[in-house]
């Protein structure tokens, strides 16, 4: 069993920066296909930006372009999100996931994503 654990999460003000960091277990780490996802209270869990194994090709959603960055460090089994230009809305419960098939291309629904950690928080005020 995989296991992914985030962290990163925290209070920061909008403008600001914040790096979110996704470590998973496994040798088969650089492998996988990783993603972001995020849930706001009330709303359903959204797609933030992924990569596919290899990390050549990247997806991310409009909201976030050019604002956030996805990437990875296989000596660290790590994904790291970085976050910038920050907004309220960006507000969320932000988490990692692993796509253990090692797809070509980065998905960008849930169910397409085998491992999940439990999440950490991200706050964002204006």
């Known amino acids: 069993q995989v296991q992914v654990v985030e962290s990163g999460g925290g209070l920061v003000q909008a403008g600001g920066s914040l790096t979110l960091s996704c470590a998973a277990s496994?040798?088969?780490?650089?492998?996988?296909?990783m993603g972001w996802f995020r849930q706001a209270p009330g709303k359903e869990r959204e797609f933030v930006t992924a990569f596919n194994w290899n990390g050549g090709t990247t997806n991310y959603a409009d909201s976030v372009k050019g604002r956030f960055t996805i990437s990875r460090d296989n000596a660290k089994n790590t994904a790291y999100l970085q976050m910038n230009s920050l907004k309220p809305e960006d507000t969320a419960v932000y988490y990692c996931a692993a796509d253990r098939r090692g797809s070509p291309y980065p998905y960008t629904t849930p169910k397409e994503y085998d491992y999940w950690g439990q999440g950490t928080q991200v706050t964002v005020s204006s």
């Open positions: 496994g040798r088969a780490f650089s492998s996988y296909a």
